[in-house]
Structure formats: structure tokens, C-alpha cells
């Protein structure tokens, strides 16, 4: 079975709210939770050309073909994602109100 990466999304911001890590590993690891963040909070009607969040996994040096999928837990509130290819897998919290959270953009309006 595969790990699943728990994260936290506040661990990888700043005070002010922005992406930590500057460049590197460590910041496109963290982009790609913020885009799950924006896949998981929108609703595929209301941005058409949004991009859908490929897999970063690359086993055998291959990059992964498959497309992440998101769901948020009703009991938790955490943040669901998987990847249908090559299971890889997490869930992510306190993503609210952070500024990729699209859901909190609709409630304000
Ligand atoms: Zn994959």
C-alpha cells in the first residue's frame, strides 16, 4: 500500500500567507498542493479552462499519466486527493481561507 502524504497546508506558508520555499523541490512540491487546493475548491462549470493537476510521481523515471482527483472529507474538512494511475494519495489541511481556497472567493461575493 502507498504512503499517504499528510499535510498541513499552513507548515509550508509564510506569515503573510505565501508559498514558503523559494525555488527547488521543496517549493514545487509545494505548488502542486496548491493547485490540488484550487482543484478541490472549484467546480469544473465555473473555470472551463482550468488545468487539471497531473501526478508528480515519476516511477520507473517515467512521469505518472494520471490526473489527480480531489474531494473534500465532510467529516473532517480535509482536503482528499488521489491519483487513479499510480495511487499515490494524501489529504491536506487548513487549506480554508488560505488564498488558493476558491470556495472562500464565492461565499464572499
Ligand atoms: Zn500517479
Known sequence: MADTWVTDLTHFLTDEGEIGPKSGPARK????????????????WEEPGKKSVRCRRRPGRRRCAGVIETDIDPDTDAIMWWCPVCRDKGSINHWQGSRWDRAKDVQSR
Do not use: H, K, N, Q
Open 29 to 44: 512540491l509545494v505548488e502542486y498542493f496548491t493547485e490540488i487546493v484550487v482543484d478541490a475548491t472549484t467546480e469544473p
